[in-house]
Structures are given as structure tokens and as C-alpha cells.
């Protein structure tokens, strides 16, 4: 924390000068120089680049430079057809890119749209309201219960200040303020109680302090810095194309070459060489893979919104899916956001509660045996004090007006009963004094004081135990308030005093000489389904973190209920102190952390990342940005997300479950295992193809098993009736039981390859061969034996179809799960009749009628590549059966 912020928490006495030189109001010279000393106050935000630069952007791929290549070359070869079909393939993609990618960067702006509420201000004396851009350093600023932080402000006076600070520091409790100067250095956020941060909402009581940073100053601009330095990294998915891309044009160019090299070496003329080089790598160019790769992320997000997660741009559906971390944020997500008292402690004993959240719904149990609690008076007492000394009150909807504590108190007395007294007057909660007291009617004869406040207050304002007799000794009652706060509880104690029927008014020498009446501990409640998601997580081999802005005890103690394995906590201050050498070992082992600020966060995300991790962040905050917007994967809140956070992330909780990310996790692995499959399905079939044009040069034909556009009508017509069936496949089972794959896993996993060497060899061999025989028959044509070819090549990828059902397991069983698969096939079998006995269709593509013999034959041979395919699997899978014994 640099020295020149420093100043403002630790020492009043130079805030107070501040103030001082603003008595008389500032001048226009002496505003222009303190701002140009503390900076503007709206967030400028400066696009680099325009709408141009992002759509051309989205054609910044190999796979693509190899299909733009091959559209100019088949324009300047008039073959118009194919450069209309790889044209609208390769715009379509960058429509679609430029589309997301320009939802995708507003994080910034969002910061300027909450850097610009009013303000009321204290100048020559006049209260003002004034826009929050024309705030400046030393301005005085007054604020009530409802209104929005506008600056970074040092308060010099309050009454009953609570602000929630939840989106800026991840504390899930409104933030009591005081006046008092804290000193000591790099002090949390969550600690400053004498600082009031800008974009904060003030929820209770008034205050008004002197204005010590303005705009990039500002805690909320210091994020905003952040955000810019966040790089916005491409997911796995994204590199791994890229680097397939890359693969292709390589192996593509290289054979395209060999080709014309060995076809000059035949006699080709250079034009016929020339053209048959460019047919092969038309012919090996898969155009359908990328729409059929957006098409399985297309699916994939609408699969992911039925289950509330909505995903902001495509290629994080699959991001999801190779998550090795994620790091969660506590409040809201992993619990309900909704304090809740559990235990309660009297003279009589322990008594637990149970319910959650803000439904008066529980039952009270003792020692494990369910209770009454009209049984124990104690109980019924303390029950009472939490009900009437409190200031909440439930809305009809669900839901608590006002502050959570009191709440949660409210909820636990409804449980057992309604509590009616009327109320006469009260001493509102200070943070000096530490308790709250309220005076209620009685009876006739006697009026009650009911106390609530910290242990240590009430305790010290007892003489009595109710229900006990004894010398009032407290040392239990100690011991008691902290093991409920070593459990991560936060606890209230409760006492109350009779007095007179006469008394009207409580004072503050009233509150003493008490009857304690017992404890109440609460939490805000870990989600009751998350703790089956975590399990999930470990079996899918993805390890949680949780980073949130609460105390150390309660992080912990949340994470050991929901099964979170962690060797201790570290806080943000233990943080600061530690190289990053240090921490990445502290990684290996610590997976809870409190207290932490935005740097904190983003840090422990980059830190992840350099040991190869790939990170999925949720978060709900302005605090939260930085990170959502450096991880791998970002994952905002829907609910109680801020605009910053949602516009940071890559998806968004529509219900903030951290249960609906494991969902999304299997969504996304999904995704990938049908990428996965529509390259198994789409390499083979085009290598094939690019295999005949190659073997036909080689072999010196004149008349090649295949015209160009035989190939072009395999490429189109195939692509959409049978590679986007695939998409469509039902999930594997054990998706989550799998590891997730290494982020620097290729596509292209060595029994694709052995697959793609394997199909391709045995559909082009067949080819040849019935292409062959036929064109020895004297009593066919070149066309006839054409037309065999072209029909035996579709079937074979029809046979292969299915058989890309699944890489690893054998698809007997399921052979008919994917109505559209079938629906795709049916239509493509009409489609090559249509070719083959169509007349005007045979005079354009050269094809003539066969006899059904011919198809006897076709169906025979294409059909052996499903049983080898399945064989090889099922020796595979025996191999390794053998080598994990």
C-alpha cells in the first residue's frame, strides 16, 4: 500500500487540515489543481479499438487463413460454387465472433455508470447538492440510510452508521462506522470502520466526512485499474483450434505440394497439375468444421441456460468443461446470504436450531432429542429479548428490512412464538457502547428494559443468571460465547431488567445491575446443495478454493461443513507479507482465504494459473472483477451480481448456486467430447478424399475416382446431414467421474490420429478398388465407376457415423439414441438417389444410374468400416484393461 494513501487512514489530524483549508470553499484555481492532483471522477474509458478492428479480428485463425486461401483460389479457378460455400462458412464464423465479442468488454463502462450519483455537500456553508464528478479532495459529504457512497470519504461523525460494503470487500454484514483514527499499516479494507468507499450503500443511520480521493483514487478505481491490467485470456479451446488450425495448413500445404511435385515428375501438364493440387486441398480443407464446432457450443449454451447458467461468449461452454479450480467466493454463493441463528445458549443448556434462512419455519432440540421450547423458560426468554429488542421486521414476500442480525434473531423467536410487548422507548445500537436497549410495557405494575449487544458489554452489565440463584460468575458464560465464535459463529448476548410501571424512558445508567438471559450464535447457512456439488467436484477431479472478504473463523469453519480440504486459512494482511515463491507452495495446500482485497484475488488466480491450472472465479462484486475477468472462466452472480461483475465474467449464475456450476462443468465436458467427436467424424472423411486426388496423380489416372464436384457435394451436403447430427448426441455416462483433460491436451489425441490414418486408408482403398473393377468392366462407364466411388465414399462416412457415436466405448447399445442421426442418414441416403437417377442432376454432376447389385456391393464394403472401427475399440479398451492390472 503506497505511502501517499496511507496518510488519510491512519492520521486525523492531517484529514482534519484537509477539511480546515475547505472552510472558506474552493476557489475554481484551487479545484482545478486538486483535480488534476487526485484525478477525474468519472472512470474514462477509451476503446482501442472500433467495430472494424473486432470484426476483422474474428478471422485471426489458421483454419480460417486456410479457407479464405482456398476461396480465392477456386474464384480465380471459376469454380464459384465452392467459393460461395467456403465464403459464407468463413463469414458466418466471424459474424457470430464479432457478435460476443462485443458483449463482451463493457466492464469499464459499468464503472463509469456507478462513479455518477449525486451528492450533498457541505460548501461556504450551504448545503448542496451536487453532481459526484464535480466532488473534489476536501469536499465535506453527508449521507443517510439509502444513499450511495460517491467518493472515498473520512468520517468525522456518525450516529448509527452501518454501510454494506459487500461489493466492494466481500463482507456479507453491514459495516459499522466510527471516527476513531486507526493506525498501523496496510489495514483491510473490511477493517477501515473510518472510511466510507465510494459505490458503498449506506443502510442505516447518517454520517458525514471530508472527501480524501475522488475517481481513479478511489478504491473502486484502483479495481478499475485493475480491470485494465486484467489480460483477458484465450481459453483452452480457443488455443487448442488455433493450434489444429496450424496443424492443417501445414500438412495440407505440405502434401498439396508433394502432389504437384510428383505429378510433373508423371508428365501433368502444370494447369492439370496445377488444378488437381487445388482440388486435393479443397478436398482435404474441412469448411464444416468450424460452423460444426460453433454449432456444438450453440447447443451448448442453450443446454447450460435450461440449468441457469448463461454463458456471455462460446468458447468459455467449454472452458468450464476443462476447469481444474474454482475459486468461490463465500457469501451468496456457497451460503444462502441469510443469517440464521443455529445454537442458542441459557442456564438451562445447549439447544439447537433448525430452519434456514429467513422462513420462520424450525424446530428448537436439546443434546440431539427435538424440544418444545415452552419447556425452558430461559429459552422462551432469550427467544423474547432477541424479538422485541430489535429494530427488523419480515416482508410479506420473504425477505428481512433491515439489518441481517436482527433478522436473524426475529426468525429464530418466530420459531417457537409471536411476542407482543408494546414498546415505549429505546436506545439505539452505538459502536461505542456496543448494545442495544429497548423499554416495554409489562403489566400494570411493571415495565421491562430488554438488552441485546456483544458478550463481553452484556456480560459486564449482569448480576444475575435467570433461572439461577447463585453468585452470578460469568467465566461460563465466556467460555460458552467462545466456543460458538471458534465455530465461526457470530454471537449476541441478551439480558433484561424490570423496572416501574412510571418509567417512560430508558437511559443510558438504566442499563445495569441485568438478568442474563443466554446466547444466540449464527451463520449465514452453507447451501444445502452445494455440499453435494463440492463432492461432485472432487470426483471430477476439481479442487475448490474459497476467497472471500469474512473473517478467517468463519471461512474455515463454512469450509469444513461443506467438505472443503484446506491446511489452514491465510488472510489478505499474511498475503501481502509473502513472495510469490512462498505462496505458490502455500497454493499446493491452503484453500481457504479471508479478508482478501481485489489484488489478493487476481493474484492467487494468476499464481494458479503459472502452475498450469485452468481457473474458473465466481463472484458477485465490484472487488470480484479483476479476477472474473483475468481466470480462465468468470462466473458472476445473476441475482446479486453487480453490473461490473457480470459485465467482467465469461458466464452468469441466473440462481448464484454454486451447485448450477457443477451442472454447467458436465455441460461443458459435453461440449468438448462432441468437438471432439465431429473432428473423429470430419478429418477422416476429408482426408480420404483429399487421399483419392492425391493416389489418382500418383497412379497417372486421367479420369480420378472423383470430380470436384463429387468432392464439393460430399462436403456440403455430408457436413450438415450427418456431421451436425453429432452435436445432438445424448451425454456420455461419467462425464463427471472423468479428470479434466490438460489444458495443453491437443484435439488431436493420438487415437484420433491412429483413427484418422486408419479410416482414411481403408475408405480410400476401397474406393479405388470398386472404382477399379468397374472401370475394367468394358461394360461400363468412367461415370458409372464415378458415381460407385462418390456413393461409396458417403456411405462409409455414414457406417463411421455411428461408430463416432463414442471414441472409447463400443455403440451396440445405443446404436439408435439420436433421433437425429437417423433423421440425418435417411436424408442423405434420398439425397444420393436423388444424384444417381435424377437425370438433370446426372448432366450437371456427371452421375449415372446404378443397379442394385452396385448398392448390394457399396453397402457391403462402406459397412466394414463400422465392425473395424468397433473391433479396434474393443481390443483398445482390452489393452488397457491389461496394463492397469
Known amino acids: ?197 465510494a459505490a458503498t450503500l449506506v443502510t442505516q443511520g447518517v454520517g458525514s466526512g471530508v472527501v480524501v480521493a475522488t475517481g481513479p483514487r478511489t478504491e473502486i478505481g484502483k479495481i478499475s485499474e485493475l480491470i485494465k491490467e486484467s489480460e483477458s485470456l484465450s481459453t483452452p479451446l480457443i488455443r487448442t483450434i488455433n493450434h489444429l488450425g496450424k496443424l492443417l495448413f501445414v500438412v495440407i500445404l505440405f502434401v498439396s505440394v508433394l502432389t504437384f511435385i510428383i505429378g510433373r515428375l508423371q508428365g501433368f501438364e502444370n494447369l492439370e497439375i496445377f488444378l488437381a493440387s487445388v482440388s486435393l486441398a479443397v478436398a482435404a480443407i474441412p469448411e464444416g468444421l468450424p460452423a460444426l464446432i460453433t454449432i456444438s457450443l450453440a447447443i451448448g449454451v442453450k443446454s447450460m441456460a435450461s440449468k441457469n447458467a448463461i454463458i456471455r461468449n462460446l468458447p468459455s461452454v467449454e472452458t468450464l468443461g476443462s476447469a481444474t479450480v474454482i475459486c468461490s467466493d463465500k457469501t451468496g454463493t456457497l451460503t444462502m446470504n441469510q443469517m440464521t441463528v443455529t445454537t442458542i445458549y441459557t442456564s438451562e443448556g445447549w439447544f439447537e436450531v433448525t430452519g434456514e434462512g429467513y422462513s420462520p419455519k424450525g424446530d428448537f432440540a436439546s443434546e440431539g432429542v427435538q424440544i418444545s421450547p415452552y419447556d425452558y423458560g430461559s429459552l422462551m426468554e432469550t427467544l423474547k429479548a432477541g424479538s ?71 456480560i459486564r452489565m449482569c448480576s444475575a443468571k435467570y433461572g439461577d440463584n447463585e453468585v452470578f460468575d460469568p467465566t461460563e458464560i465466556l467460555e460458552a460465547a467462545s466456543n460458538m465464535a471458534s465455530e465461526g459463529l ?67 469453519s463454512i469450509a469444513n461443513q461443506l467438505g472443503i480440504s484446506t491446511e489452514g486459512v491465510l488472510t489478505g494482511s499474511e498475503l501481502d507479507s509473502m513472495s510469490d515463491e512462498h505462496l505458490h507452495e502455500k497454493l499446493k495446500h491452503v484453500s481457504v482465504f479471508a479478508r482478501t482485497s481485489p489484488e489478493d484475488k487476481s493474484r492467487i488466480v494468476r499464481l494458479l494459473q503459472e502452475q498450469g491450472e485452468v481457473v474458473a472465479v465466481t463472484g458477485d462484486g465490484i472487488n470480484d472483477a ?65 487421399l483419392a486426388v492425391m493416389g489418382a ?13 463429387h468432392i464439393l457435394w460430399i462436403n456440403t451436403v455430408t457436413a450438415i446431414g450427418l456431421g451436425v447430427p453429432i452435436v445432438f448426441e445424448p451425454k456420455e455416462s461419467l462425464l463427471l467421474r472423468r479428470h479434466p483433460r490438460p489444458p495443453d491436451e491437443p484435439l488431436l489425441l493420438p487415437v484420433i490420429k491412429q483413427r484418422i490414418v486408419l479410416v482414411a486408408l481403408l475408405m480410400v482403398t476401397a474406393t479405388f478398388l470398386l472404382f477399379f473393377f468397374e472401370i475394367n468392366d468394358q461394360k461400363t462407364t468412367v461415370a458409372t465407376a464415378q458415381t460407385i466411388a ?69 453397402v457391403i464394403i462402406a459397412s466394414s468400416v463400422f465392425f473395424v472401427i468397433e473391433t479396434e475399440k474393443m481390443l483398445r479398451k482390452r489393452q488397457k484393461s491389461k496394463i492397469t492390472r
Open 790 to 858: 462418390l456413393n461409396t465414399i458417403v456411405f462409409f462416412e455414414i457406417f463411421y457415423l455411428f461408430s463416432s457415436k463414442s471414441i472409447y466405448e463400443n455403440v451396440f447399445g445405443r446404436l439408435f439414441s439420436n433421433m437425429a442421426m437417423l433423421v440425418g442418414v435417411v436424408v442423405i441416403i434420398l439425397l444420393q438417389l436423388l444424384i444417381t437417377y435424377n437425370p438433370l442432376i446426372n448432366s450437371v454432376l456427371d452421375t449415372t444410374p446404378l443397379r442394385l447389385v452396385d448398392w448390394v456391393i457399396i
Open 388 to 458: 422485541l429488542c430489535n429494530d427488523a421486521y419480515l416482508r410479506e414476500k420473504g425477505g428481512v428490512v433491515g439489518d441481517p442480525t436482527e433478522g436473524a434473531l426475529l426468525v429464530s423467536a418466530l420459531k417457537a412464538s409471536s411476542f407482543h410487548m408494546p414498546r415505549i422507548d429505546s436506545l439505539p445500537f452505538e459502536s461505542e457502547k456496543r448494545f442495544m436497549a429497548t423499554l416495554h410495557e409489562k403489566d400494570g405494575n411493571t415495565n421491562i428494559i430488554f438488552v441485546k449487544g456483544s458478550p463481553e458489554t452484556i
Open 1 to 197: 500500500m503506497s505511502g501517499e494513501v496511507k496518510w488519510y487512514r491512519a492520521n486525523a489530524e492531517e484529514t482534519f487540515s484537509l477539511l480546515e483549508s475547505n472552510k472558506e470553499g474552493l476557489s475554481e484555481d484551487e479545484a482545478s489543481f486538486r483535480l488534476s492532483t487526485y484525478g477525474y471522477n468519472e472512470v474514462e474509458v477509451k476503446k482501442k479499438h472500433g467495430p472494424l478492428y473486432l470484426f476483422a479480428r474474428q478471422f485471426a485463425s489458421p483454419l480460417i487463413y486456410v479457407l479464405i486461401a482456398a476461396a480465392i483460389v477456386t474464384f480465380f479457378l471459376k469454380e464459384y460454387v465452392d467459393t460461395a460455400v467456403i465464403g459464407g462458412v468463413v463469414l458466418a464464423n466471424a459474424i457470430i465472433g464479432f457478435v460476443q465479442e462485443k458483449k463482451a468488454e463493457n466492464a469499464l463502462e459499468s464503472l463509469a455508470r456507478m462513479m455518477r450519483p449525486e451528492a450533498t455537500v457541505l460548501r461556504n456553508g450551504q448545503r448542496k447538492v451536487i453532481p459526484s464528478r464535480e466532488l473534489v479532495a476536501g469536499d465535506v459529504v453527508l449521507f443517510d440510510a439509502g444513499a450511495r457512497v460517491p467518493a472515498d470519504v473520512r468520517l468525522f461523525q456518525t450516529k448509527n452508521l452501518r454501510i454494506d460494503e459487500s461489493a466492494l470487500t466481500g463482507e456479507s454484514m453491514a459495516v459499522e462506522k466510527k471516527t476513531t483514527a486507526i493506525f498501523g499499516e496496510d489495514v483491510p479494507l473490511a477493517d477501515q470502520k473510518n472510511m466510507a468507499f
Open 697 to 709: 496423380v500418383l497412379l497417372g489416372i486421367t479420369n480420378p475416382p472423383l470430380l470436384p464436384l
Open 626 to 690: 479483476p479476477a472474473l475477468k483475468r481466470a480462465d472462466i468468470g462466473v458472476a452472480m445473476g441475482k446479486s451480481g453487480t453490473e461490473v461483475a457480470k459485465e467482467a465474467s465469461d458466464m452468469v449464475l441466473a440462481d448464484d448456486n454454486f451447485a448450477s456450476i457443477v451442472n454447467a462443468v458436465e455441460e461443458g465436458r459435453d461440449v468438448y467430447d462432441k468437438i471432439q467427436k465431429v473432428i473423429l467424424w470430419t478429418l477422416p472423411t476429408n482426408a480420404a478424399e483429399g
Open 490 to 556: 457470530r454471537v449476541i448476548a441478551m439480558a433484561y431488567r424490570e423496572v416501574k410501571s412510571d418509567r417512560k424512558e430508558v437511559e443510558e445508567e438504566d442499563i445495569d445491575d441485568l438478568v442474563f438471559l443466554g446466547l444466540q450464535g449464527m451463520r449465514d447457512p452453507p447451501r444445502e446443495e452445494v455440499r453435494e456439488a463440492i463432492k461432485k467436484c472432487k470426483t471430477a477431479g476439481i479442487r475448490v478454493i474459497m476467497i472471500t472478504g469474512d473473517h478467517g473463523l468463519t471461512g474455515h
